[in-house]
C-alpha cells in the first residue's frame, strides 16, 4: 500500500470546505425558520473566512468559481 505526500502544505485550500459547512448551516438555519439569511450566506461565498492564502487574505468559494483556469470535467 501506497501513502500519497503532498509537495505542499494543502491545508489552507481544504479549509475552503468549511466555509461549504458555514453555508449549509445558515441554509439549515433559514429553512428552520422559514427565512434565509441570503446576506449571510453572500458574505461566506464572497468573503470566506476559513481559508487564508499565503498574504493573509481570504481564500473564497467565489473567487474559485469565477476563475477561468478551474476547469470541471
Same mark, same amino acid.
Given at each position: 500500500?501506497?501513502?500519497?505526500?503532498?509537495?505542499?502544505?494543502?491545508?489552507?485550500?481544504?479549509?475552503?470546505?468549511?466555509?461549504?459547512?458555514?453555508?449549509? +448551516?445558515?441554509?439549515?438555519?433559514?429553512?428552520? #425558520?422559514?427565512?434565509?439569511?441570503?446576506? =449571510? !450566506?453572500?458574505?461566506?461565498?464572497?468573503?470566506?473566512?476559513?481559508?487564508?492564502? +499565503?498574504?493573509?487574505?481570504?481564500?473564497?468559494? #467565489?473567487?474559485?468559481?469565477?476563475?477561468? =483556469? !478551474?476547469?470541471?470535467?
Amino acid at each position: 500500500m501506497s501513502t500519497y505526500t503532498p509537495v505542499s502544505n494543502v491545508e489552507p485550500q481544504l479549509k475552503l470546505a468549511l466555509d461549504t459547512r458555514d453555508i449549509e +448551516g445558515l441554509l439549515a438555519q433559514g429553512v428552520k #425558520a422559514g427565512s434565509v439569511n441570503w446576506a =449571510a !450566506v453572500k458574505k461566506v461565498y464572497e468573503k470566506g473566512g476559513n481559508s487564508q492564502r +499565503g498574504d493573509g487574505s481570504n481564500r473564497t468559494i #467565489a473567487a474559485i468559481a469565477a476563475n477561468p =483556469a !478551474v476547469r470541471w470535467p
